[in-house]
């Protein structure tokens, strides 16, 4: 029973990432019309993105540690429930200092999501399953993405953008019920023993360490520190390329909100294949940390070209062709971040460490938005904010490919 009950927690996971992404993508859809009724100018704006991450970050290893410490049903339900409240309350924001604390609080709860999702599945599913679960729930994240541009400019054009965001609350509020619902009784002494019973079918049968042995291995930093280049590309695209679509190439609010929808639908389709195309590639070399490696090192440096590439073309559509398959690239990275915490990290451990690598990561949600901001600000162009997310990407694909060579934690 609980083998088979594992699949519709994967379902329910799939739509919590759906949830996710459709909550914060909202706040870059309809920027031209808060900015308009708050008085919020381009350096603000670019403020507002990155307040949502100084909360996310933090709790991304916060949450890590207490899925670890009381399980992830609970968890997760509180964190829901929390983020989809300060969605609601988006609405009664009022100036730039009011919107700027609704985020960050909001951030903070939206924070512990990757971390106990990750934990989720090590409890529910076996290893060898473990990417491609991975690569399902968060194949939501783009999912959510290609959906929330059109359902949600059609929501603020009939009913207003402070509306629309209190609909997004009521939605969160009905997943939370359905997930306490599903779970219930999944965290009781025998249910526990079951679930390791699924998930140790193909062992985690590393030695067991102190969380601080691994936070100094350097697969896990310079994972991280990839991690940390597909963020930044993620926030930079996520909070900034809607209002590029209307400021640079000139789109009016309908046309981009199906503009935006092709980069995200490939950016589903590669994080829904990336887990699958790492365990393949494990089943050919049996070299596990390669199998992931790979697929980061070579996902990030297509996405660097496309994305850097997409801002020089003069044509619209060959840009947004570009940035889809930059886009594609990006995602197809995803689920191997956190396979290779699975992959080295005694179960103990998953959740804490996977905050630790989201908590690094997402410090990009911070800086991107910011820096791009104050680039476009200053500059009053977009070209030295894409040439930067082009570096760092190559950049951090190199390091890893380098400096992580050995598989220390093993």
């Known amino acids: 029973m609980y083998t088979g009950r594992r699949y519709f927690i994967l379902v329910l996971l799939f739509i919590a990432s759906m949830i996710n992404y459709i909550d914060r993508a909202a706040l870059s859809i309809l920027a031209p019309y808060i900015t308009t009724d708050l008085n919020v100018n381009k350096a603000e704006l670019g403020l507002i993105f990155s307040s949502f991450a100084i909360g996310y970050a933090v709790f991304c290893f916060v949450g890590g540690w207490l899925a670890d410490k009381y399980g992830p049903r609970r968890i997760f339900a509180g964190a829901m429930g929390l983020w989809s409240l300060f969605a609601g309350l988006t609405c009664a924001a009022f100036n730039f200092t009011s919107l700027f604390i609704i985020r960050v609080i909001f951030g903070a709860a939206e924070g512990p999501m990757g971390s106990v999702t990750n934990k989720t599945i090590v409890k529910w599913f076996p290893a060898r399953e473990r ?50 619902i599903a779970t219930k009784g999944s965290e009781a002494p025998k249910e526990e023993a079951d679930a390791r019973t699924v998930a140790e079918t193909v062992g985690n049968d590393l ?28 926030f930079f695209f996520m909070t900034w390329f809607p209002s590029y679509l209307l400021d640079a190439r000139g789109l009016n609010m309908r046309d981009m909100s199906i503009a935006n929808v092709l980069p995200w639908l490939l950016g589903f389709v590669g994080l829904i294949s990336g887990g699958f195309i790492s365990d393949y590639i494990y089943k050919l070399t049996n070299n596990l940390l390669f199998s992931r490696k790979v697929i980061i090192v070579v996902g990030l440096i297509i996405a660097a070209i496309c994305i850097t590439a997409s801002a020089l073309v003069l044509n619209l559509y060959g840009a947004i062709a570009l940035m889809s398959v930059g886009m594609f690239a990006m995602y197809v990275t995803t689920s191997c971040y956190w396979a290779i915490v699975q992959d080295t990290v005694k179960g103990n451990n998953v959740g804490a460490v996977s905050g630790f690598i989201h908590f690094l990561a997402n410090l990009a949600g911070v800086f991107a938005p910011m820096l791009t901001g104050f680039i476009v600000q200053g500059t009053g162009q977009y070209y030295s904010a894409f040439y930067l997310v082009g570096a760092l990407a190559i950049g951090s694909a190199v390091l890893l490919m380098l400096g992580g060579k050995k598989q220390t934690i093993a």
């Open 131 to 180: 990417a491609r679960a991975v690569g399902v729930s968060f194949s939501g994240n783009p999912m959510g993405g290609a959906v929330s541009a059109p359902i949600v400019a059609a929501s603020a054009l009939a009913f207003g953008w402070r509306m629309t965001f209190v609909g997004m609350m009521l939605i969160g509020f009905v997943w939370v019920v359905v997930w306490l």
């Open 207 to 234: 030695p067991d360490e102190k969380l601080s042995y691994y936070l100094k291995q350097p697969i896990i930093l310079f994972t991280a520190l990839a991690f940390f280049a597909y963020s930044y590309i993620l």
